[in-house]
Structures are given as C-alpha cells and as structure tokens.
C-alpha cells in the first residue's frame, strides 16, 4: 500500500505530514486514504449520530455522557438517532434505517458473540464514519483477556466451579431451546476468542482509553463540528485520535536520563516517591510503550498507567515493547555483560501476571494472542 500524503493541521495548530511529525493527535496509518473532505458527501446541515455497545461494561456510555454540557452543543448540529443509554430506542429502530443514513456511529466495547458481530455489522452497514470508540473495540480491551482461554472453560467456571453456584444438574446456556408450550428460545451464540471491532467489520476511525478521557472527547466533538460547520477535512481514514507522542513525553513524573533497575516490586512494598517515575522505583508502568493523549490522569494521582491508550505510533505489539523497554533498563553490574537466563527468570518472576500486566487491553490485536489461539487449537 503506498504511503499517505498531504498535511492535516492538528490540534495544537501544526501541520502534520504523515502523521509523524509535529506535537499533535493524528497518527496516519499506512495504507490509510488520503483526508476525506465534507464536499465528499452529500450531508444535510444537522448530522446524524448512532451509539451501540458490544461487550462493554458500560463505561464507554458514562464517558459519553460526560461530554457533559457539550452534548448541548452538539446537539446544535446533530442528532442521536440511537443511543440505547440516552433515548428509549429499539434494535429494530436501528435495522429499520437506511443504509448510510447515519453520519456517524460510535461502536464501543469488544465483539464476543453473535449479537455483537450482528450489530457491528449494522452499524457499519448504517454509517457513514464508524469510529471504534474505547479500548475494547479498539483492541479487544479487557475482555479480550479471555483469549487465554477457550469458551468451553470459561462456561465450566462460570455455571458449574464458582464457589456461589449451586447446579446440580449442571445445566449449561443453550443457544435454542424450546419451552413446553413450543416457543422457540434463543441466546446469541457466545465465541470461543474476542474480537476487536475491525476484525469483523471496517472502521474507519478509532479512539483509545478506557474510557475514553472528556479531552479525547473534546477533540473529536472538534473535529467533528469543524467538519459540519466549516468542512474542515477530517483525518484519514484509520486514523488514531490521540497522540503520536509516548504517555511519558505528558507523564508529570521526574525521571533521570537513565533509568537502571534491579528489582521490580509492587506498589504496597514500598514507600513511594510521589514525584518520581514508576519504573525508576522498580513499579512497572506500561508508559514507554503506551500512546499519549489522556493526559496521563493515572501516573498524576499515583498509579502507574496499564497502558488503555494502547501501542505507540507506528508499533502494533505493545506488550512486547514494553518488554523489551523493560530489557532496556534492567541492571547489569560491571563485571557482567549479560544477565544469564536464570537471572532474568528470576527478575520476570517479580513482575505478577505478565499476561494482565503487558496485554491488559491489547491480547486479541498482538501477534502473542495468535500464538495463544494456535496452542488452543492443537
Ligand atoms: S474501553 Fe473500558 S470503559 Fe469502555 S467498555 Fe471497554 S472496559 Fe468499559
Ligand atoms: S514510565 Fe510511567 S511514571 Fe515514568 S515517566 Fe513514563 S509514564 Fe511517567
Ligand atoms: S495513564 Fe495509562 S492507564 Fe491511565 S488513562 Fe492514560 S493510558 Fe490509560
């Protein structure tokens, strides 16, 4: 795929070329088009808007609606056609629309059954621009943990292990089932892995966090207002909205040229230092590895950064970047010049749940989550 040309001016006001210059918030990703300008659709003054969840744990709603007094504004130049949070709405409200009716459609949460696979496709099939809002949809987020394991475990511990479940019968979900008076019943079928957004359907903008920050909000209510009212181009299609910066270029920590550690310890082992970097003090923080834009609200209030915003510009494997940042730091003494195997066994093993810890939201979009599914499937 050839490169994306032009320039889109970003959010600080400096023009980005390719998305990798500049201080600003548009990453362009390779084989993306070119911008894509208002004049390209046909579009009524006021635009449309749509909202649906997949497997969400509603968190992307409470964000949307703490755009606060701005959905006032918003509401100046378009309209909810479908929010299942906000207005009493239907699916069959959505099903019933045009296709491409919908200006644009903000899918949150992770696609986990075929409920979710259904209205993603609905979605897509009604928006014009679907934005994959949040961690979840984004990169398959927390729920896509679950890809360590299979459905069929997942369902044993859920109706028959858990020390609160009494079932004797072992009686198991069934995606049809019949009552005695002959209705038909049926539960949308539950996958065995989770799904990014973009791995069943086309997207064509994605917003990272978990939840997604008001100043992350604040600038797609921008950009999107600037497009309706000005025809300011909108960023190309593949677009992240967030940072081109690592979250430690925005992290208010001190840090020292170089950072050197021997051991990795856990918040409650020691007494922390409030202003100064995580990693300096032997706490893992994913913020190497870990896109800017969110302000960096966790490190500012004392909790390393879990890394919601997702890889860097230009890096698809955030876990082993982190790893290998980690590599980068790890303390060798002067009469050695590489730890032995043992060594670094022994380092690692400090680091609790490596899997949680460096994959917290990316596991269903890196390549170790494949790996993952092919020793599932053997
Ligand atoms: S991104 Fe976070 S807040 Fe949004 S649905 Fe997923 S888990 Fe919930
Ligand atoms: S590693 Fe974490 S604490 Fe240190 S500067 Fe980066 S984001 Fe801040
Ligand atoms: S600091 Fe890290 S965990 Fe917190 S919002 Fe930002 S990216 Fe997410």
Redesign the pocket.
């Known amino acids: 795929m050839p490169p994306v040309t032009g320039v889109y001016p970003d959010a600080a006001g400096d023009a980005m070329e390719n998305g990798m210059t500049g201080s600003g918030y548009f990453r362009i990703t390779p084989g993306g088009r070119d911008y894509i300008y208002r004049e390209e659709y046909d579009m009524a003054e006021k635009i449309t808007i749509a909202l649906k969840r997949g497997a969400s744990c509603v968190g992307c709603d409470i964000a949307v609606v703490n755009f606060n007094e701005h959905l006032f504004t918003l509401l100046t130049y378009a309209d909810i056609v479908f929010a299942p949070t906000l207005l009493d709405v239907k699916y069959e409200d959505l099903k019933n629309l045009p296709d491409g009716s919908v200006t644009i459609g903000f899918y949150h949460g992770a696609v986990r059954n075929s409920d979710n696979e259904e209205m993603a496709k609905v979605m897509r099939d009604k928006c014009r621009f679907l934005i994959a809002y949040g ?1 979840c949809a984004h990169m398959g987020g927390i729920p896509g943990l679950a890809n360590a394991t299979t459905r069929k475990k997942i369902l044993e511990q859920v109706y028959k292990k858990t020390v609160s479940t009494v079932n004797p019968e072992g009686t198991m979900p069934m995606e049809t089932y019949t009552d005695e008076a002959g209705h038909d019943l049926t539960l949308p079928a539950f996958y065995d892995r989770v799904f990014a957004l973009d791995d069943v359907v086309d997207v064509d903008y994605y917003v ?3 939840p997604p ?1 008001h100043d992350i909000n604040m600038q797609i209510l921008s950009l999107v207002r600037e497009f309706v009212e000005k025809g300011k181009p909108l960023p190309p299609k593949g677009s992240v909205i967030a940072s081109v910066k690592t ?1 430690c270029d925005e ?1 208010g920590r001190t840090r020292s040229r170089t950072i050197s550690v021997a051991r990795f310890r856990r918040l409650q082992d020691l007494k922390l230092d409030e202003d100064k970097c995580f990693l300096e003090q032997g706490i893992v923080c ?2 190497p590895a ?10 500012a209030v004392n ?8 890889p860097t510009s230009g890096v698809m494997e955030q876990g082993a970047s982190m790893l290998s940042a980690i590599a980068s730091i790890i303390s060798i003494s002067d009469d050695e010049d590489k730890l032995s195997e043992e060594q670094i066994e022994r380092l690692m093993d400090q680091i609790i749940d490596p899997l949680g810890c460096f994959y917290r939201f990316s596991l269903p979009k890196s390549q170790l989550g494949r790996v993952v599914e092919d020793v599932k499937e053997e």
């Open positions: 961690a990272p966090a978990c920050t979250l992290c994913l913020g870990t896109r800017a834009g969110c302000g960096a609200p966790c490190t909790v390393p950064c879990r890394g919601c915003m997702g």
